[in-house]
Structures are given as structure tokens and as C-alpha cells.
């Protein structure tokens, strides 16, 4: 029977009054709740960014400018893609579903520094709000990549503003990279080597690698913009003696990294859905541990291949295109072993495995797509072209997103206590991947056929392409309200979860739902590898699914 009381657990709080209530939250350390309000923030980023694509969808129906002025657009598109790159995509998996689950699954009872934690959360909010004020004093029009000289020195936008925000969001994003890397070098139970850690903290632990190398790259990269805008100093403005291909370098050498900190993670949420949802040890363990390290090694040597037509050399070109196909090794590696773990595997199509399946067919779309714009002769035509957003969205939003929901879902019943109504999400999970699609396939067409991207005026004869691409949008706009709607009425109406509804391995399903303040009552000692289902797991999972089966 339904109960309207919350499971006990971190989210009981019996501190007498709204205030306090709210003072216990807002200085917390415990890192299940610094994962809820990420959770919170990170979700009303998405809407915003959402929002901002939905007014360009529907300016984009027809081929005359009827909503917008070319300005209103440019800054409309950007503030979708700072929103969704810097304030969504970035922190997602690692900022909610890392910050709960590191330590549950090392066994430990809270991350190495819980201060530095909520300080992160702290920055994250704060960069949010000066890029919020920017965009409510008029935003920016430079594209979310900043591009100079533009930004340093001609736009007529809110720059400064914009950039102070991203600058302070990357502080956030280095301090949960230096936390997890600390956590899980230092802070793991007895008998969890390394070769039993889960593959989410493999993926984790190369995505915060990124993350602390990388990120400064971008803030000084800012920062120089900055200075040029601000005092003139000539650094990318060729007028003032400055070089434009130098910003490029520095933000490309960032930004081809930060592909992998919004996707590694992501590979970490789907091995664990595969696994859970085939009764299967991953394929290849080993194998896909180490493709996260060699992808977090190699994303910081292709940046490079987002410049062939800058006038750089031929030769460091063909270079970069040469290192693009050497990266996409390790992705290929992660996807053929996760085909093997589903092969002769019991695989039950619940909601989280739904989303793992429609995120294994849009990476790989994506990730072909990726080896074309790394082919010279195939970038040079399609670049700034509507190729290159597909694919980029194939990567971002079919990948990254796929896997934040999958694994939202999967971890629920552990977050919260409470299970969520299955056929609402299967549904939603069905509407995602037919909306997403819809969205962005036809993108690919009128990309290569000469399409520009970042037009709000175009031939008519790409009228057809927008059309199916804005009423795919509607469709996928519908698959993602939905999973709100009903893990929100789920708090209020689901069933108890119990302590391991999936019947998973792994330590986070070895506590209560949701779990304690401190995670265990005592320090679990592991015996076992990853992913230790018996061998007759399969069989006997397949026989409780027959028709008419006792189990």
C-alpha cells in the first residue's frame, strides 16, 4: 500500500523548523545531499537550455527570420549551448551521480574532503548566476566557444559576464576532480582493489584526470579574453598585434578533453546497466577500464582536428587526423564489449536498460560521425555545417543524456527508497529515442548538402529538414518532461524499494534505500570481483521472466 512517509535515511531530517530545515541542507557535507542539490540545480539548467533550443526550433520552421532578429538569434543559440555545455553536459553524471555514488561504491563513509564538496556546489551556483544575469541583461552573441577577436574585442554583448561565469564554473569542476581522485586512491574498503573497483569509478577516475588538467587550459583562455577586452592588451586581436589561432589552440585543447568529461562518465553508467540487466560480468573488464584512461590520454591530443580549415598546417592536420582515429580505438573497444556482455545474458528490459540500449545506437551513430570530421577531406565540406551539430548532439545529448537518465533511473530506488512507475518509463524512454532521432538526423542530411549552421535564414529548399527537426524536437521535449512528472509523484506514491531491487552487485546496493548519513553501519570488506553474478544467474533470471514461472 502506498505511504506518503519517506523511507529513513539522509533524507530524514527531524531539525524543527522551516529555516533550520533549510540551513541543514544548504551547509551540509554529507555528499548524498550535495548530489540532490546539483540534482536540483543542474535539472533547472537543463530546462533553461531547453527553453533557449525550443525558440530556436521554432524560428528555424521557416526560412524567412519571422520570430527573431539575426542578433536576438545569435544570442538565443548561444545561450543555449553555454547552458547546456558548461552548466548541464560538464557536470552532470560526475556532480550527481559521482557525488553519490563515489563513495557508496568505494565503501567509504563520505568523499575525501566534504567541505571542498559543498564549496563546489557552492562556485557551480555561483557561475550559474552571473551567467543567468548576463543573459538577462541582454546575453552574448559570440557562440558559446567564445571565438576571437569577436569576443575580446568587437561584440557588443555581456562578455565579461558570461566568461566570469564560466571561469568560476570550472573552479567547480577541477575541486570535484581533485575529490574524487583523493577518494578513490585513499579511501576505498579493504579488499577493493583495483581490479575490482566498478567501472563507473574507472570512467570517474579519468574524467577527473581531465578535469584537473585540462580545465585551467580554459580559465586562462578566458581570462586572456578578459584582458584583451577589457585593457586592449594585443594577445588575439590581429589589430593590436595579437594572433586569433592562439585562442583556438588554448580552447580547443580544453574543449576536446571536456567531449570525454561529459561522455566518460557516461560510459561508467552504462557498464553498470549492462551488467546489471544481462546478469553478466562486463566482457573485457579489464579492457574497458583502461580504454577510460587511454581515451582521457589521447582527448588531450586531437584538439587540433577542430581546425583544419584555421590556416594551420597541413602537416599538424594530418597529424591530429591521424591521433582522431587512434582515439576512437578505445571507444570501439567499450561498445563491442558491451555487445558481448548482451550476448546469451538475461536481458531484462526494464527502463534503465532501455536507455542503455538507445545510448549504445546513438554513440555509435555519433561516434562514426566523428571519425568523418576527422578525415580532412571530409571535414573541409562539412564544416559549420548542420554535420557537425548532429554529431555533436549524437555524442552530447544521445550519449550524455541517455546515460544521465539511465542511470537516474537505475539509482533512484537507492537515492529515494521508492520505485517509479515502470511503464511510464519505458515509454519515455521509447519517446527520447524516436524524438532524439528525429531531432537531429535530418541535420545530417542538410548538413552535407551545404546547410551553415548558426543561420536563422536559409535556402527554402532546407525547409523540409528544419520542419522534421522541430517537430522531432516537440517529441523529445514530451520524453523529457515525462521521467519529472512521474520520479516526482513517485516520491509520494511508489512503492518501497527495499535495499537492492535490481538484485545488482556492487557495495551501494549492500546498504539501506536510501542510504544512512555516514553509508555503512560498518566498513564492508570485499571478496569478491566486480560484477560477481554466478554462472547460472542468466539462466535462472530468464526462468523467473517465462510466463506462468513460480520464481
Known amino acids: 500500500m502506498a505511504t506518503t512517509t519517506l523511507p529513513q535515511g539522509y533524507l530524514r531530517d527531524e531539525t524543527p523548523g522551516v529555516w533550520a530545515w533549510i540551513r541543514a541542507w544548504l551547509f551540509t557535507v554529507d555528499h548524498k545531499r550535495i548530489a540532490i542539490l546539483y540534482l536540483l540545480a543542474i535539472n533547472v539548467f537543463f530546462l533553461l537550455g531547453g527553453a533557449a533550443a525550443t525558440l530556436v526550433r521554432v524560428e528555424l520552421v521557416t526560412p524567412q527570420g519571422d520570430l527573431m532578429t539575426s542578433d536576438v538569434y545569435n544570442r538565443m543559440f548561444t545561450l543555449h549551448g553555454i547552458i547546456m555545455v558548461f552548466f548541464f553536459l560538464i557536470p552532470a553524471v560526475p556532480a550527481v551521480l559521482g557525488n553519490f555514488l563515489v563513495p557508496l561504491m568505494l565503501g567509504a563513509r563520505d568523499l575525501a574532503f566534504p567541505r571542498l564538496n559543498l564549496l563546489s556546489w557552492y562556485l557551480y551556483m555561483g557561475g550559474g548566476l552571473f551567467a543567468l544575469i548576463a543573459a538577462v541583461f541582454g546575453g552574448v552573441d559570440t557562440g558559446w566557444t567564445f571565438y576571437t577577436p569577436f569576443s575580446s574585442t568587437y561584440s557588443n554583448s555581456n562578455v565579461i559576464l558570461t566568461i566570469t561565469g564560466a571561469f568560476i564554473m570550472g573552479f567547480s569542476s577541477i575541486l570535484t576532480g581533485v575529490n574524487f581522485v583523493v577518494t578513490i586512491h585513499k579511501m ?18 579519468a574524467t577527473s584526470l581531465i578535469q584537473i588538467l585540462a580545465t585551467p587550459v580554459l580559465g ?5 579574453v578578459v584582458v584583451e577586452r577589457a585593457w586592449g592588451v594585443g594577445i588575439f586581436d590581429p589589430a593590436l598585434g595579437g594572433d586569433p589561432l592562439l585562442f583556438q589552440h588554448l580552447f580547443w585543447f580544453y574543449s576536446h578533453p571536456a567531449v570525454y568529461i561529459m561522455i566518460l562518465p557516461a560510459f561508467g553508467v552504462i557498464s553498470e546497466l549492462i551488467s546489471t540487466f544481462s546478469r553478466r560480468r562486463i566482457f573485457g573488464y579489464e579492457f574497458i577500464a583502461f580504454s577510460s584512461i587511454a581515451i582521457a590520454i589521447l582527448g588531450f591530443l586531437v584538439w587540433g582536428h577542430h581546425m ?7 602537416y599538424a592536420g594530418l597529424v591530429f587526423s591521424f591521433i582522431t582515429m587512434l582515439v576512437a580505438i578505445p571507444s570501439a573497444i567499450k561498445v563491442f564489449n558491451w555487445t558481448a556482455t548482451l550476448y546469451k545474458g538475461s536481458i531484462s528490459y526494464r527502463t534503465p536498460m532501455l536507455y542503455a540500449l538507445g545510448f549504445i545506437g546513438l554513440f555509435v551513430i555519433g561516434g562514426l560521425t566523428g571519425i568523418f570530421l576527422g578525415v580532412v577531406a571530409v571535414d573541409i565540406h562539412v564544416t559549420d555545417t548542420y554535420f557537425v551539430v548532429a554529431h555533436f548532439h549524437y555524442v552530447m545529448v544521445g550519449g550524455t543524456i541517455m ?31 524516436v524524438g532524439f532521432n528525429m531531432t537531429f538526423f535530418p541535420q545530417f542530411v542538410m548538413g552535407y548538402l551545404g546547410m551553415p549552421r548558426r543561420y536563422h535564414v536559409y535556402p527554402e529548399e532546407f525547409q523540409i529538414y528544419h520542419v522534421l527537426s522541430t517537430a522531432g524536437a516537440s517529441i523529445l521535449a514530451i ?46 570488506i570485499v571478496t569478491e570481483e566486480a560484477y560477481a553474478y554466478p554462472p547460472e544467474a542468466a539462466e535462472l533470471d530468464a ?9
Open 308 to 314: 583544419f580549415v584555421s590556416s594551420q598546417s597541413v
Open 188 to 205: 576505498r574498503a579493504p579488499g577493493l582493489t583495483w581490479f575490482r573497483l566498478p567501472l563507473f569509478i574507472w570512467a570517474n577516475y
Open 220 to 224: 586562462i583562455a578566458l581570462l586572456l
Open 479 to 524: 520524453g523529457f518532461i515525462l521521467p519529472i512528472i512521474y520520479l516526482m509523484l513517485s516520491l509520494r506514491n511508489g512503492q518501497i524499494a527495499g535495499d537492492n531491487p535490481w538484485e545488482a552487485t556492487g557495495l551501494e546496493w549492500k546498504t539501506s534505500s536510501p542510504p544512512p548519513t555516514f553509508n555503512f553501519d560498518k566498513t564492508p
Open 543 to 551: 526462468a523467473r521472466w517465462r510466463p506462468g514461472s513460480p520464481l
Open 403 to 433: 546515460a544521465y537518465l539511465g542511470g537516474i533511473h537505475y539509482w533512484w530506488p537507492k537515492i529515494t527508497g521508492r520505485m517509479y512507475n515502470e511503464v511510464w518509463g519505458g515509454i519515455s524512454a521509447l519517446i527520447v529515442f
